[in-house]
């Protein structure tokens, strides 16, 4: 799978980014925006889907405003106030926190075309984006280091006649070099896996499922997130839900997480079908009205991969297991990995000798850890909590009560808090934070 470097380095890009989701493309469009010389490699072409709720809370709007990307409602973004619970019989409505650090306002948006607009917005500042090409292994040098990827690019023809079950064809193979080497290719993470860098079975992961149904629903102005799934009077294992997309449809979904009893052994689509099954008719979520085949993945969370740096190679989003075990979001820690990732690389290359440029690149897990280390410390924590269904039951029952309380735990658990000249929850969030040791 690997090829040796063994000819004179003659680089194609000073940075290789392999992957254009969320973190690739901003990882790829900071890196431009700082002068360097970008290659974007992503096997499929876009619009292309990816498995999502397309649910963005105001961290992830942060990131995308920063970008530069066009989130008004006349170019088609559909924003909501906060998040409906429900829960413990009862449905609570939570606005966002009013903040300094972060916009009032989320969003949704489909993946097909989130993921494009990041992409062609990087390729705006610079970065050259090949579609349709897979990076099959990495170049390495005679030290182990990686320094450039082999990529087989879609047959031409193929991808002009492509339909969405064609398949691949062998096309043309190549081999581009760089200084360093991205990986932000998503949960697989094949290129980590080929340079030795694994999963960790001691940080959380989630599976979730979902799909999108016609409905009359598809206007909410809220998230909608459900604490405890039924079936009749069954209670189901697992959380869901539903994301009106402003389209006629709704994005909705379940997941579970591996410290619950159920993780592994259980029939996703099936507990859809039963969860569903127990809703208001009028809601549309039926057989009849399901526009989209119910498709699966993971959410690996926590720092789920280490280290986030080794032999040229540095992971961002998905890749480095950026997931906030908290909420199960990962698009805002995707974005905001690509960026600090843009930073470090950007100083370490403008280093004078090899030696000091790697010294900075080896920092990167540092600033990492100082980011998000603590944060995701606690939301282990929280992951082994919320795995013991009784406990659960009774934190939902007593907390949907109090909706001071909950809105404390909506901060928390979206992490969004100012970390100065907050209010006392903020400055409580804060010390919970700086006292829980940070994820190594
Ligand atoms: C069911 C489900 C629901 C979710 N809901 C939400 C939500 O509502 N909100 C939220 O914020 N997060 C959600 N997430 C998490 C979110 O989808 C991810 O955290 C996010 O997509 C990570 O972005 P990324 O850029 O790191 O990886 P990805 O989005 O996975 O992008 C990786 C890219 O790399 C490309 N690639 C892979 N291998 C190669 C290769 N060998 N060569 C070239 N290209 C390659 C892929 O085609 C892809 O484009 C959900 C996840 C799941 C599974």
Request: include cysteine; aromatic fraction near 8%.
């Amino acid at each position: 799978m690997t090829e040796h470097a063994t000819a004179q380095r003659d680089d194609d890009a000073d940075v290789i980014v392999v992957g254009a989701g969320p973190s690739g493309s901003s990882a790829a469009y900071y890196l431009a925006q700082a002068g360097l010389d970008v290659l974007l490699i992503e096997k499929s072409r876009f619009p292309r889907d990816k498995v999502c709720g397309d649910g963005l809370t105001p961290r992830a709007v942060k990131s995308l405003v920063a970008m530069g990307i066009d989130v008004s409602e006349e170019a088609g973004w559909l924003r909501n106030k906060g998040l409906r619970v429900i829960g413990g019989g009862m449905r609570l409505e939570l606005d966002w926190p009013e903040l300094s650090s972060y916009p009032g306002y989320g969003l949704v948006r489909t993946r097909a075309s989130l993921d494009e607009q990041l992409a062609r917005r990087a390729q705006s500042a610079g970065v050259k984006l090949l579609e349709g090409t897979t990076v099959t292994g990495p170049v390495l040098d005679d030290d182990g280091r990686i320094v450039g990827v082999q990529v087989q690019a879609e047959a031409e023809e193929k991808a002009r006649s492509r339909t969405d079950n064609a398949e691949r064809v062998r096309g043309t193979t190549n081999t581009f070099r760089a200084r360093v080497v991205v990986a932000a290719d998503g949960n697989s993470s094949r290129l980590s896996i080929a340079m030795g860098v694994r999963k960790r079975d001691d940080r959380p992961m989630g599976v979730a499922v979902r799909t999108y149904y016609t409905s009359p629903r598809h206007k909410d102005d809220y998230l909608e997130s459900w604490l405890d799934l039924w079936d009749g009077d069954r209670l189901l294992p697992g959380y869901g839900w539903i994301f009106g997309m402003g389209d006629g449809t709704s994005n909705v979904g379940l997941g579970m997480l591996n410290t619950s009893a159920a993780f592994g052994n259980t029939d996703y689509k099936e507990l859809l079908r039963r969860w569903l099954g127990s809703m208001p008719e009028e809601w549309g979520y039926t057989e009849e009205n399901r526009t989209e085949p119910v498709r699966g993945a993971a959410l690996p969370m926590g720092f789920n991969r280490t280290p986030h740096y080794h032999r040229g190679l540095l992971l961002a989003g998905d890749a480095a297991g950026m997931v906030n075990p908290f909420n199960g979001e990962g698009i805002a820690y995707a974005m905001e990995s690509g960026e600090i990732l843009a930073l470090v690389v950007a100083q370490a290359l403008a280093r004078p000798t090899a030696a000091e440029t790697e010294r900075v690149l080896r920092g990167y897990p540092e600033v990492l850890q100082d980011t998000y280390g603590r944060y995701y410390t606690l939301g282990r924590m929280f992951v082994e909590l919320i795995g013991r269904p009784k406990l659960m039951r009774y934190a939902t029952a007593r907390g949907m009560h109090h909706p001071q309380l909950m809105k404390f735990a909506l901060k928390l658990l979206a992490n969004l808090s100012d970390p100065r000249d907050g209010d006392a929850s903020d400055r409580i969030i804060s010390a919970m934070t700086r006292l829980a040791p940070a994820s190594r």
